[in-house]
């Protein structure tokens, strides 16, 4: 019996010919990576437990992304223990001051993982370079210790499940709009534990952009990684900033999966995932209704510049409706100056909306676009908990770029294609 690509990297990082699901694995890790929120408590953990050396300084990354500029003195205390940290053991993968992106926009775009890659971070969307063949998840803090300490993580070989679209994507239909659907469709606990594997004609077809938009969701329903076969398109797009080798693994045509779903995408339109989880979902032409305080495009799920671009070309001429506050934030500070060198930044501010720097800031309720009682937001991030964007009683509803900037526009929830000429 052959195996997916997640058993293919876990046993090569293992030393194994051969893993099975439920299998209990020691494995090489290639990266990891922690947080402004996250990295503090290993840090600790790293010295409490005697540590003095990183077991190798251009495999740990540490990214400040959640709260810079800092917001409060408290933040700016977590962003000094990294940077010393980072400084004492000479970290090739700090990212500082207008270096700083969000993580998972910027560790793809600076080559920093790549194909085949064994990737462990301390925040749950790590999974989102699974879009580039690498078997990347999230752990705890202790565990990322563990990896600064030793360059190796344990791990129970996930089932995985296969996902297969077909079919012609609709008009304003998006990969953000396929992750919804599907968490719609299974749950927010349909694949906990599991590989998450993305096939079919339509993923083939994606750009790298909207795969790593889809992968990047896993978690939300549960996975434990949301990986994608390399193809050309994953080439195309690493052969020119890798930072180091990579090695392509693929699923053998005789793989066992737990599962096997197939969609037909001619069947999706653009959808809304509704307060207070990812899974409840609904197409955006059901919720004309839901008139927004705020919309907010961009973070590690919808910040690349191909979002920026879809947001731009249907806000250019328009303006954003009076009684909405309309954010728009890039991944990374080169998505920054190539918006700003498309024009794209001027058609954000000629709608006037806000253009900010690289922050996850919106995204969890942190800085930059708070909600308070009783006001809703349409957002492009991943969550929509109670309380995920600021007070308890606001609402969070998630959906692609598309769909939160018509909704800017028109004041509600709408699609493009009901903004007036």
């Not at 999974?127 to 360059?151: I, K, P, Q, R, W």
């Amino acid at each position: 019996m052959g195996m997916n690509i997640a058993e293919k990297i876990l046993a090569a990082k293992s030393g194994k010919k051969h893993v099975e699901p439920g299998e209990l694995v020691i494995a090489d890790i290639d990266l990891v990576l922690a947080n402004d929120i996250t990295a503090p408590i290993a840090i600790k953990e790293f010295k409490s437990a005697g540590a003095t050396k990183v077991w190798d300084r251009t495999k740990v990354a540490l990214v400040p992304d959640h709260f810079t500029p800092n917001k409060d003195i408290k933040s700016a205390e977590q962003a000094k223990m990294l940077r010393e940290f980072a400084r004492e053991q000479k970290l090739t993968h700090y990212y500082d001051q207008s270096d700083v992106g969000i993580e998972h926009a910027l560790l793809p775009e600076q080559g920093v993982v790549v194909p085949g890659d064994l990737v462990i971070g301390a925040d749950s969307h790590t999974c989102t370079y699974g879009a580039l063949g690498a078997f990347a998840t999230g752990v705890g803090s202790t565990d990322a210790a563990f990896g600064m300490m030793t360059g190796k993580a344990w791990f129970k070989v996930p089932p995985s499940i296969k996902f297969v679209y077909k079919g012609k994507l609709n008009k304003w239909v998006s990969s953000k709009d396929l992750i919804l659907y599907t968490i719609g469709d299974i749950g927010v606990d349909g694949a906990l534990y599991k590989a998450m594997e993305f096939t079919g004609p339509v993923i083939d077809k994606l750009s790298m952009d909207a795969r790593l938009t889809i992968s990047n969701m896993a978690i939300e329903a549960g996975g434990k990684a949301g990986l994608m076969n390399p193809d050309d398109t994953t080439i195309e797009y690493v052969k020119k900033r890798a930072e180091h080798k990579w090695k392509i693994f693929t699923s053998d045509k005789d793989a066992k999966y737990e599962n096997v779903i197939e969609y037909d995408c001619s069947k999706i339109e653009p959808v809304v995932s509704c307060p207070h989880l990812p899974e409840n979902t609904k197409p955006a032409s059901k919720l004309s209704k839901i008139a927004v305080d705020q919309s907010v495009i961009g973070s590690c799920t919808n910040g690349r510049i191909e979002d920026l671009r879809i947001a731009a070309k249907i806000l250019k001429g328009k303006k954003i409706n009076s009684r909405v506050r309309c954010l728009i934030f890039p991944g990374t500070k080169e998505i920054y100056m190539q918006a700003i060198h498309e024009g794209l930044v001027d058609i954000f501010v000629g709608a006037g909306a806000i253009f900010s720097m690289p922050t996850c800031g919106p995204c969890l309720g942190g800085h930059m676009g708070i909600l308070a009682k009783g006001e809703v937001a349409i957002s492009t991030t991943n969550r929509n908990f109670v309380g995920r964007m600021g007070h308890t009683e606001s609402s969070v509803y998630l959906s692609s770029p598309a769909v939160a900037a018509a909704s800017a526009i028109l004041g509600r929830i709408g699609t493009p294609d009901e903004i007036k000429k």
